[in-house]
């Protein structure tokens, strides 16, 4: 199974571990004013908990300049759970930068983490940095209702990340829960399968069917749950009958709440899927997109390539045709190249 990388690359920033030769720039980036409340700790304490778990707070380094403009990242918290925090230097900040590392954070815990509590401890007189945390896809928890482990951090509102979920069967509860989140997809014009007004009787059909395949052991259902256990996004994993296919699976029914639209949970959704593909085995997972609805960077953008396209296949409405974009993404680090051989 493909190992997590421990740098993390995005549009403008590397977020990599601290090595010993950052002495220097961990004094100057750790003295800063944090955007969070926590201690970062001595650089060798860090390189340390790199070197014994594969990830901690580490260096955030502009594209550009290659300079460090910050430090942060996720560390393994007392009371097992995961904390997220971040401090970018005074001078660039108001760039976006730190929504920009939130978001990669969290997806990268998602994905290759520990399937533990991910938290951010946020002063309450800090909005940007609870704006942050809202963009990268974290909520607000109260400890009168959250059962699970807090930091004990002074002056501080903790937020935290979605949770992955992968039932065999849904309960009654989960069953309304994933209805509304169809449903209300539907009605925002999602290519989840429907167009827009679609009774919820219909959709609780194709829904049962998926359950059906559930219970067969040919899909699997990944939910992404709020903390009050709201299904916030869910896809399916869907296996073929082909033996020469069996290490492959399709991405199906991809789909978040659009009350939440410009939270990352469309990319956290994915992270989830790809850490439960390569659990079960899988090395490509493969996805049809509806052209016209701007979904083919964000797969881009989730590692996805286009590997096939039938035009106008899609009919909408009369006279609106859409491109049915076949993508596929390799989850054991192998590039989706063509072999060349016919």
């Known amino acids: 199974m493909q190992r997590a990388p421990r740098e993390i690359s995005t549009n403008r920033l590397v977020l990599r571990p601290p090595d010993r030769a950052d002495a220097a720039l961990w004094r100057g980036l750790s003295g800063a004013p944090g955007a969070v409340p926590v201690a970062w700790g001595t650089l060798e304490d ?7 778990t594969g990830f901690d707070f580490g260096i955030m380094q502009e594209n550009s300049t290659r300079a460090g403009v910050g430090i942060g990242g996720i560390r393994h918290s007392d009371g097992d759970s995961l904390t997220l925090a971040y401090s970018l230097r005074e ?7 730190g929504t920009e590392a939130g978001r990669a954070w969290t997806a990268h815990a998602l994905e290759w983490l520990p399937a533990l509590p991910l938290i951010a401890p946020l002063s309450v007189e800090d909005p940007t940095s609870v704006r942050i945390a809202v963009g990268s896809g974290l909520e607000p928890i109260s400890a ?13 509102t903790c937020y935290v990340a979605p949770k992955a979920d992968t039932p065999t069967w849904l309960d009654p509860t989960t069953r309304s829960s994933v209805l509304d989140l169809w449903c ?3 009605d ?18 194709t829904l049962t069917r998926h359950e059906d395949a559930m219970a067969a052991g040919t899909t699997t259902a990944v939910l992404l749950r709020a903390p009050d256990a709201t299904v916030v996004a869910m896809g399916f994993l869907v296996a073929g009958h082909n033996p020469l296919l069996s290490h492959t699976r399709t991405a199906y029914r991809v789909m978040t709440d659009p009350s939440r639209r410009g939270r990352n949970l469309g990319r956290l959704l994915m992270a989830a899927m790809h850490r439960v593909a390569r659990e079960q085995g899988v090395e490509v997972v493969v996805l049809d997109v509806r052209s016209g609805l701007g979904t ?4 881009e953008g989730c590692g996805y390539v286009e590997v096939g396209r039938v035009p106008g296949i899609i009919r909408v409405a009369p006279g609106d045709d859409r491109d049915s974009v076949i993508m ?11 072999d060349g051989r016919a």
């Open 46 to 52: 860090c390189v340390g908990r790199w070197e014994r």
């Open 91 to 97: 001078d660039v900040r108001g760039r976006g930068l």
């Open 144 to 156: 009168d209702t959250w059962s699970g482990p807090l930091p004990a951090v002074a002056g501080a």
């Open 184 to 186: 209300a997809v539907n």
């Open 188 to 205: 925002a014009g999602g290519a989840v399968g429907f167009l827009p007004g679609a009774p919820r009787h219909e959709v609780l059909a």
């Open 296 to 299: 083919t960077g964000f797969y």
């Open 328 to 338: 596929a993404r390799r989850l054991d680090g192998k590039p989706m190249v063509a």
